[in-house]
């Protein structure tokens, strides 16, 4: 994976916590410049957790003859992408200090109003997709428009959503899983360009992209103003509550884009779908270094955040542990990660 | 027998990533003495205090208390032996009681085990009237101002039989008259035989209060004089290593008076903090707003950016009334803010220098949202450059610079907009006497550059050394308007307290 020299500098600084700061690299060789690419890399709080992951890899290639195999790595794959997407999007929102726990029950939603569009309304799937993604996008306005306006906070009001929009999708199915989807549908879940699966390549091009605009554009700016001190903000000319508004929408619409994902992947509607989702996404959040007081943090970190995660997953099934234990283990590691990420904090 | 220092810290040495903030550091501190430490922004007394208080630990160095080597490694240790630390920042529960604050972690106890509140808020107004302080101890925290939080965070201190009392910047956001129950309060502490070690950038008060003086310039002690035998001029000589001869410089060309003012102000009010208050700056002028803290003078300052809702009144930019409505309708119309708080207000402290200081100038940095790393770089060297930030500190996280340089980020942030009218609240807190020059003598260019100033301070030698007009203000209204020339403390001072003297 390459790591963008300007991302790893932002976070050398932000947390402090690389080895010794580097003198003005104004005027310096090429050579030198390129030493201190590297050692920017290597004190860059993501090394750390990238080498966590790599280890990880090569322990279980070692340790299960499963692991390597094309199909294994292709079903792992298609999990990391569409628990990446929610990431990205919790990312955001953690960002500016809030938290979404509805992410899982608009995977629901949206399983469900697709299945509801496309076979039993019998709409074409291109209109159907875009209707559960404005449902998505509804659902974070609403979080958003409330946390922002009404002054509640996050928690509480995504903690309603959470209740409000899973219990709609049970309505609207009556609690029934919904299948005979179109094959065009399907492919966006099932199918595989270049050998790599749809889902992968949709995953990989909004975590670009969405590093990308925290990087690089105002908007991406004004996220981690508002995380950092929202009074300052404020005085800075941000319209903070856009700003809050906006980032309930982009981790409602991408839970929403996991959500056909995943209906595509298996082939039916259920109301069921996306239990537990927010806390592997706030895990992986947060494994990867976002600060959940806001202001730090950025995409590469949950993007290792979210592998790390579902490699676990994955190692805990080939190990041979039941399905019924891997609840416990996944909640024991996040919350462990978790708090090893914030020792080393402290320690620095 | 020997006797010992109460206090001695021997060849402190600390190291951050980058900096060596203390290189090879001795303080010494009898028993019943006022030590002032003093230097510019930067030069390691809070670090080598919170080394003292168990908050930070020391690379190399060893401590002594009355000649016995001892390990801080925590407040909890430190307070145990006596050690009593109010930092620059304070460290209150907003919502909670000032009794609760004041017996925070040695809560009394009923025979149940659950927190004996009678006994708590007893003990408190006890100690809180000790000291002549006015507040009562069922009173929430956040309901108080600046200086009464202070007076609270003192209290606390002194619940722990210190022996050593740590005031760093006391007086930073104190009043003058603030300033003096203070420093009775510090003189009583002496009179009692507890030491107080005294970090302040006012010379007055620590000519007024201290028995010896420490001197400190980047990371090292370079000199301890005794207060009788040494001047301000000696002082700042050995802090900043050169004269600094005029502090506020001088008006180099009059200030139009047929201008139309940049900013006028009628019959302002705002809630039950602002009546009626009515005021104009014209272009090039320095008006500065005097009274005591809780006059009104930051809510009007912050009515007029936008950011406190106007109650009634009209605001003209250039003549043209404005609605101003939020601060970024009052960026707009060309105006900057400097506010008050700058660890609550200012500054992004855990992101870099520089994106702190491009935060008001997106718009300038960017196109179509797309940010230039580019500019966002050049932006911050500049402003680096001219209010002297040593260019390595660009990409450091603000909440490490020191306070003066942190005043000097935030400042930079609104001289990046070019505005035509800037507002600066207190300006000046915690900023040492070179960096208190550089600033006003930066005030004084933007000024002669036609940018109308409206300046709030409560340290009178400065409002008087830099305005051209002054406005009192008192319990929110404006209590009268005296020019420069006529205007002398006392003057000041008696239309902010509203006691009539002879002001002859
Ligand atoms: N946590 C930190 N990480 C990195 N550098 C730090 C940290 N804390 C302090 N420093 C650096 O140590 C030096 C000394 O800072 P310190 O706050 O002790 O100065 P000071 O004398 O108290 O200044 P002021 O008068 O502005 O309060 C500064 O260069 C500062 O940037
Ligand atoms: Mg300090």
Do not use: C
Request: charged share 20%; net charge neutral; aromatic share 4%.
């Amino acid at each position: 994976m390459t790591i963008n020299g300007e991302t790893v500098k932002r976070i050398t600084q932000t947390t402090l916590d690389g080895g010794p700061a580097l003198p003005a690299a104004a005027r310096t060789s090429l050579s030198e410049k390129v030493r201190h690419r590297l050692l920017k890399i290597i004190t860059a709080r993501e090394s750390t957790l990238g080498a966590v992951v790599i280890l990880l890899v090569l322990y279980l290639s070692w340790a299960s003859p499963y692991f390597f195999t094309a199909g294994n790595l292709t079903v792992v794959g298609r999990q990391i992408a569409l628990a990446l997407l929610i990431s990205v999007g919790m990312t955001f929102v953690i960002l500016i200090g809030g938290i979404d726990l509805s992410v899982g029950s608009v995977v629901a939603l949206v399983s469900v109003l697709s299945g509801e569009a496309m076979v039993n309304a019998g709409l074409p799937p291109v209109v159907a997709v875009i209707l559960a993604l404005a449902a998505g996008a509804l659902v974070g306005l609403v979080n958003g428009s409330i946390n922002a306006f009404a002054g509640i906070p996050s928690f509480v009001v995504t903690l309603g959503m959470l209740a409000v929009a899973r219990g709609l999708s049970l309505g609207i199915s009556g609690g029934s899983t919904i299948s005979g989807f179109p094959p065009g549908f399907l492919y966006i879940g099932q199918g595989a360009f270049l050998g790599i699966p749809v889902p992968v390549w949709i995953a990989a091009v909004v975590a670009i992209v969405a590093h990308f605009v925290l990087t690089r554009t105002t908007f991406g700016r004004h996220i981690y103003f508002v995380g950092s001190n929202e009074e300052a903000a404020k005085l800075s000319g941000i319209r903070v509550r856009r700003v809050k508004i906006s980032v309930f929408v982009v981790a409602s619409t991408l839970a929403a884009v996991s959500g056909i994902l995943e209906t595509a992947r298996l082939s039916v509607g259920q109301p069921a779908a996306g239990n537990g989702y927010e806390l592997l996404a706030i895990g992986a959040a947060v494994i990867g270094g976002t600060s959940l007081f806001g202001g730090v943090g950025g995409i590469l970190g949950t993007a290792l955040g979210t592998s790390l995660l579902l490699l676990i997953q994955n190692a805990l099934i080939l190990l041979g542990i039941s399905a019924y234990w891997q609840q416990a283990f996944s909640g024991v590691i996040i919350v462990g990660a978790v708090a090893l990420n914030m020792w080393r904090r402290q320690r620095n | 027998m020997v006797t010992h220092p109460l206090i001695a810290m021997r060849g402190i040495v600390k190291r951050y990533p980058g900096v060596t903030a203390l290189r090879d550091v001795s303080l010494s501190v009898e028993s019943g003495e006022v030590m002032a430490l003093v230097g510019e922004n930067g030069a390691g007394k809070s670090t080598l205090l919170k080394i003292l208080a168990g908050a930070a630990r020391a690379d190399e160095g060893v401590i002594e208390i009355s000649g016995e080597t001892v390990q801080v490694h925590s407040p909890r240790e430190s307070q145990a032996r006596g050690i009593a630390v109010i930092y620059q920042e304070l460290n209150l529960a907003n919502d909670l009681s000032v009794a609760e604050n004041i017996y925070v972690g040695r809560e009394p106890k009923t025979r149940l085990g659950t927190v004996d509140f009678r006994t708590m808020e007893r003990g408190a107004a006890e100690l809180l009237s000790s000291l002549g302080i006015d507040i009562a101890p069922t009173e929430i925290v956040g309901n108080l101002n600046i200086a009464l939080r202070q007076m609270v965070e003192i209290a606390k201190a002194l619940l722990i039989d210190a022996r050593v009392v740590v005031m760093d910047e006391p007086t930073s956001s104190l009043t003058e008259e603030e300033v003096e129950t203070l420093l009775k309060l510090v003189r009583q502490l002496r009179s009692n035989g507890v030491s107080v070690i005294y970090v302040s950038h006012r010379m007055r008060e620590i000519f007024e209060i201290a028995d010896r003086i420490t001197v400190m310039r980047d990371g090292a002690v370079v000199g301890v004089r005794d207060a009788k035998t040494t001047t301000p001029n000696d002082l700042v000589h050995m802090m900043v290593g050169r004269e600094l001869e005029d502090l506020y410089g001088v008006r180099t060309s009059p200030v139009d008076a047929t201008a139309t003012p940049t900013l006028e102000v009628r019959g302002l009010s705002s809630g039950k903090l602002l009546h009626d208050v009515s005021f104009s700056v014209r272009p090039g002028e320095i008006l500065a707003l005097a009274g005591l803290i809780g006059a009104g003078r930051s809510d009007a300052a912050m009515t007029i950016f936008g950011a406190a809702k106007r109650g009634g009144g009209e605001i003209l930019i250039d003549g043209q009334p404005m609605a101003l409505r939020t601060p970024r309708e009052a960026m707009d119309a060309g105006i900057g803010f400097v506010p008050e708080d700058r660890k609550h207000q200012g500054l992004f402290l855990g992101l870099p220098v520089r994106e702190n200081m491009s935060s008001a100038s997106l718009s300038k940095i960017s196109r179509l949202s797309l940010v230039s790393r580019r500019r966002d770089r050049d932006l911050a060297r500049q402003y680096a450059k001219q209010l002297g930030i040593r260019e390595s500190a660009i990409e450091v996280a603000a909440g490490t610079l020191s306070g003066g340089n942190q005043q000097k980020v935030v400042l930079a942030r609104w001289l990046a907009r070019v505005p035509k009218l800037l507002i600066l609240d207190e300006p000046t807190r915690g900023v040492d006497v070179g960096a208190k020059a550089e600033i006003y003598q930066l005030v004084r260019k933007i000024a002669s550059e036609g940018v109308a100033i409206l300046v709030i301070s409560s340290e009178l030698t400065e409002v008087l050394g830099i305005a051209d007009r002054i406005l009192v203000m008192r319990e929110g209204y404006g209590v009268g308007e005296l020019a420069a020339a006529e205007a002398s403390e006392k003057r000041v001072m008696a239309m902010a307290t509203g006691v009539q003297e002879d002001v002859s």
